[in-house]
């Protein structure tokens, strides 16, 4: 049903009492390795929810590889696309401090080396995926073959994640591009103002044939040639909204292939991200659609 193309990396995660100076060392907890990465994280949220879902992305031939893989495979992904090989798995070094603030240093390792070959060479994956998701955590001429690579009919899912300036050959297929506030501002260019509404007219006038911006506990905006709408939030207790977006992004996507309207696709994802940020890290907060309905 859905095909994410993407990065997977592991979280190394140290709490710390503050953060080190320059030629400084300071001591923290016991490390925790979470399974992450934009791409990985859509493709679990998505296959909780029931999606049979496929990851294109590159790992390394280790053991930050091998955890990755056997998270996606116990959600029940489809790792046929996962490559390995190239350079190190990807990580994020992450050092929380008592605030609850992040600083994090990310090695792309594998998912830098993920090429366009890999994509051509994915032409089944392609063909049997009616939405492809992707993301910027690759080299963006790979999302480029990305987007000449979809099946007749198919839609492509683009949270530009790191923002980067976009080609038009990108935006031009998106269906929708999907950003929050900070990403629409890089990819616009400018700062946006306070309307939402604004900055949907100013990203379509871009060339994407749909524009999704969420925002956050306020839910979301969706917007095509035919107008926008808003989509309500679902009221909840946030505890971590760390990988809210991605599951956000991988419901949507998931529920356009299913043949529903971007405003039903992403009211039902407007759930799925409530849902992700009551528990705590990524992948481990993500909903089974049992969950999304009792929510
Ligand atoms: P990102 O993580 O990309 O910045 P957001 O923070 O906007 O994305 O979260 C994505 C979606 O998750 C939102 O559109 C919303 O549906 C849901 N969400 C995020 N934070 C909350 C919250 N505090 N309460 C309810 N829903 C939330």
Redesign the pocket.
Known sequence: DLLVVGSANADLVVAVDRRPGAGETVLGSDLVVHPGGKGANQAVAAARLGARTALLARVGDDGHGQLLRTSMESSGVDTSGVLVGGAPTGVALITVDPSGDNSIVVSPGANGRLTPDDVRAARELFAAAPVVSTLLEIPLDTVAEVARSLADGARLVLNPSPPAPLPDEVLAVCDPLIV?EHEAKVILGTEPGPDPEEWARQLLALGPRSVVI????E??LVADADGSERVA??K?K?VD?TG??DA?TAALAWRLGTGERLADAAAYA?RV??AA?TKEGAQASYPTADEVATL
């Open positions: 929050n969420t925002l956050g506990a839910g979301a939030s679902v909840v946030a909204t809210a977006g956000f407007a991200g409530a940020v």
